[in-house]
């Protein structure tokens, strides 16, 4: 069998073999907000779409550069090509672990023009770690212990369909790329 997926856009896909030509962002946006977070364990469908908006409003809140906001929104985006993976899975997969940086890289590149240093990862993984906190209380209904982290941008957990999700990822994509100084 092939490692070939066929993406919404008609494009062939090789996982094993990443094109940055078969990338593109209408596939990205379209799947991502298809997908549901946690790997459907919620209370409500809440898609990687949506998160990955509500990550790039906060970095744009914080005032992060125009590269790392579009960054934000696209963090995610590897899940477009292998799926959602829980954290605690992903940690046992070291081989897809791997490949999912790789292809992370390779995204980064297409569409900021270079992969991420570990400075620029460490500001955006703290925005998805603060986001992960709220994600299981009013997800899951499991707050972890401590405080909530604060936030500039409150979450919002509605219901809402995948087209107006799609929608909007591809909008916000569209003025991240108004002027993009960085490619």
């Known amino acids: ?42 209370t409500t469908f809440y898609s990687v779409g949506q998160h990955c908006l509500q990550c790039a409003k ?6 992060l550069p125009d590269h790392l906001v579009l960054a934000a929104l696209l963090h ?6 292998m799926s959602d993976v829980p954290r605690p899975m992903k940690q046992l997969m070291p081989i897809y672990r791997q490949t ?15 992969p991420l240093n570990e400075t620029e990862t460490r500001l ?4 998805d770690d603060d986001f992960l906190w ?5 997800l899951l209904h499991d707050p972890p212990q401590g405080e909530p982290p604060q936030v500039h941008c409150d979450p919002d957990y509605r219901p809402r369909p995948f087209a107006d ?3 909007e990822y591809l909008s916000f994509y569209a003025a991240c790329q108004e002027g993009n100084p960085w490619k």
């Open 165 to 167: 999700v799609e929608a």
């Open 100 to 114: 999912e940086k790789g292809l992370l890289d390779l995204i980064y590149e297409k569409f900021l023009g270079q």
């Open 58 to 63: 906060e970095a744009k809140a914080r005032q």
């Open 124 to 127: 955006l993984k703290d925005i």
């Open 76 to 81: 995610d985006a590897t899940e477009c090509y």
């Open 1 to 42: 069998m092939s490692p070939q997926i066929t993406t919404y856009s008609g494009k062939s896909f090789d996982i094993t073999h990443p094109d940055p030509a078969s990338i593109c962002i209408e596939d990205i946006a379209h799947a991502l907000s298809l997908i549901c977070r946690g790997n459907g364990h919620v």
């Open 134 to 138: 709220y994600d299981l209380t009013y």
